[in-house]
């Protein structure tokens, strides 16, 4: 193999990369990314970055002992024989795709900030002046830990959300109601069961008539995987890159990792698209181990975590799969968890303020260990396999 394209520069870009050198790999690479900057990461966006401490997050990489040519602002546009990009088109012998995804926009032309990169961070924080209006759409991830930091820097926020509760299409409406309280707590208005029409001038527009006025709208509706310049290519997209365990688009040498990657899980029997950072962390590496001839299989349980109204929201596994519900300590009195089974085994665990069960139940998910259910649901029993 002589040389290796990895299409996509954020934090799978810069992984793959480092671990195709740490592997061995002693030939030609190449990074080419849309964005100007060098890989950084995004967590700290919606964090420190909103609360004004912290202002550049890139990754701490060589790239001098890479040794890998960075093609930074420039596009890859197509998959044909070649890899085409604005900067002309590549020939390979391996690609590893990581372009990630992009922010879903509403229709209208009023401002509205998203928040993907560094450079929104920023615009969105210049406009959390104290007093300031801020609309934020969407009450997910994204929307809670802008509205959080919004509150804190004395914003005056409502978030409306389409759904009944927050985090609904996260981890099911149930368990989402149970943060609807901590709006309240931070001073943020909260409005549910509110769809939004469209972005105008001076605030938003609502499907069922009326409207919110807003110094600043921020959008934060989800994200769709950044495949279309992959239309037409040999490619199989099915909201993403479809990819088998191994981490395999359906033409050899062509691999996918992170949040445009859409991998088959030996273990919930599916394929998982998961749009959070230890994905885009750990899958890189067993993509580059298999582009260099192995046959690791890639199959986590996946995880992520949020910070929100002072909170510490963690997830582990995938609970669509899951047949029953336990509620792990009293939500009204401080930390909590929801667990979800599929029979007498551990799918899937939501823990606010409790990370150790996190950290127990992870790893139970992944060994497929049976569960003691009346132990899950008493707090002051460690999670722990029957
Ligand atoms: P990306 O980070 O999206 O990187 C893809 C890169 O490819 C981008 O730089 C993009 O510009 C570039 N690109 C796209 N199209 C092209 C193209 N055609 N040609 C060239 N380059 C292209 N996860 C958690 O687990 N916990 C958190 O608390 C958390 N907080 C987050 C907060 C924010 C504000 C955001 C945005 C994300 C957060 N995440 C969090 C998710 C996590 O950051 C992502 O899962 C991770 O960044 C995905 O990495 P990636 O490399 O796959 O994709």
Redesign the pocket.
């Known amino acids: 193999m002589e040389r290796v394209i990895v299409?996509?520069?954020?934090?799978?870009?810069?992984?793959t990369v480092e671990a195709l050198r740490a592997q061995g790999y002693p030939g030609r690479l190449t990074l080419?990314?849309?964005?100007p900057?060098r890989?950084y990461?995004?967590?700290?966006?919606?964090?420190a970055v909103l609360r004004g401490e912290l202002d550049d997050t890139t990754v701490d990489a060589d790239w001098t002992a890479l040794d890998c040519e960075l093609l930074l602002g420039?596009?890859?546009?197509g998959l044909t024989d070649v890899l085409e990009?604005?900067a002309g088109p590549l020939g390979f012998d391996g690609l590893v795709i990581?372009?990630?995804?992009?922010?879903i926009r509403l229709p209208g032309d009023g401002p509205q900030h998203v928040?993907?990169?560094i450079d929104?961070?920023r615009a969105l924080r210049a406009d959390l002046r104290p007093g300031a209006r801020v609309a934020v759409v969407g009450a997910g991830?994204?929307g809670a830990?802008v509205a959080t930091a919004a509150a804190k820097a004395g914003c005056r926020v409502t978030v409306v959300e389409a759904a009944d509760t927050p985090l609904a299409a996260a981890v099911g409406a149930e368990v989402g109601a149970k943060t609807a309280p901590w709006y309240a707590e931070a001073g943020v208005e909260l409005r549910h069961g509110v769809k939004v029409a469209s972005v105008e001038r001076g605030g938003l527009e609502l499907a069922g008539g009326g409207s919110i006025e807003a110094d600043a709208v921020v959008t934060g509706i989800g994200?769709r995987p950044?495949t279309s310049?992959l239309e037409g290519s040999d490619l199989t997209l099915d909201d993403g890159i479809a990819v088998d365990e191994r981490l395999r688009t359906g033409r050899p040498g062509v691999f996918a990792?992170?949040?445009?990657?859409a991998w088959w899980s030996s273990t919930f029997r599916r394929r998982l698209r998961?749009?959070?950072?230890?994905?885009?962390l750990n899958a890189p590496e067993v993509a580059a181990a298999n582009l260099l001839g192995g046959e690791r299989v890639y199959d986590p349980v996946p995880?992520?975590?949020?910070?929100q109204f002072g909170h510490m929201v963690q997830y582990a596994g995938h609970h669509p799969v899951a047949d029953t519900m336990i509620w792990r300590g009293d939500p009204a009195a401080g930390g909590w968890a929801a667990c979800w089974l599929t029979g007498d085994r551990l799918a899937a665990i939501v823990t606010v303020d409790r990370p150790r069960d996190l950290v127990q139940a992870r790893r139970i998910i992944a060994a497929q260990k049976r569960i003691d259910r009346s132990a899950l649901a008493d707090p002051a029993i460690p999670v722990r396999d029957a």
């Open positions: 299409a996509g520069g954020g934090l799978a870009g810069v992984r080419v990314g849309a964005e900057h890989p990461d995004r967590p700290p966006l919606s964090k420039h596009r890859v546009t990009t604005t990581a372009t990630g995804a992009s922010p928040l993907r990169t929104d961070a991830w994204i830990e994200v950044e310049w990792v992170g949040d445009c990657a998961v749009e959070h950072w230890d994905t885009a995880y992520f975590w949020s910070e």
